[in-house]
Nanobody, 124 residues
Framework: VQLVESGGGEVQTGGFLELSCTVS????????IGWFRQAPGKEREGVAS????????DYADSVKGRFTISTDFPNNAVILHLYNPRPGATAVYFC??????????????????WGQGTQVTVSS
């Protein structure tokens, strides 16, 4: 199993950034995918999750209306779109996979596989 994040970089508030998590070695039908982020000195927090097994999508309250998560089946990837991110969104973003269904999508303990992370820096 391998998860590889890409698309990180610097973006200004009011801008747009697309993060991609390319997945290999598992099926979206049996594994839920989540995006997490960790800022310096802070705990890792769940951002968004998607389950093709039960058709569920969840977002952290802090990103609702700004981030969207979707599955790119042709490229075996899960996409996170960041619309008008705030400087507080600066963090390393990780994607993770866990056996479906995941009861608590925002709990990192429920995910067995992790990518290496990609840095997102939001400037004002």
């Amino acid at each position: 199993v391998q998860l590889v994040e890409s698309g990180g970089g610097e973006v200004q508030t009011g801008g747009f950034l697309e993060l991609s998590c390319t997945v290999s070695g598992l099926s979206f039908g049996t594994h839920d995918i989540g995006w997490f982020r960790q800022a310096p000195g802070k705990e890792r927090e769940g951002v968004a999750s998607i389950s093709e097994a039960d058709g569920k999508i969840d977002y952290a309250d802090s990103v609702k209306g700004r981030f969207t998560i979707s599955t790119d089946f042709p490229n075996n990837a899960v996409i996170l779109h960041l619309y008008n991110p705030r400087p507080g969104a600066t963090a390393v973003y990780f994607c993770a996979a866990g056996v479906a269904p995941i009861d608590s999508a925002v709990s990192a303990n429920n995910y067995q596989y992790w990518g290496q992370g990609t840095q997102v820096t939001v400037s004002s």
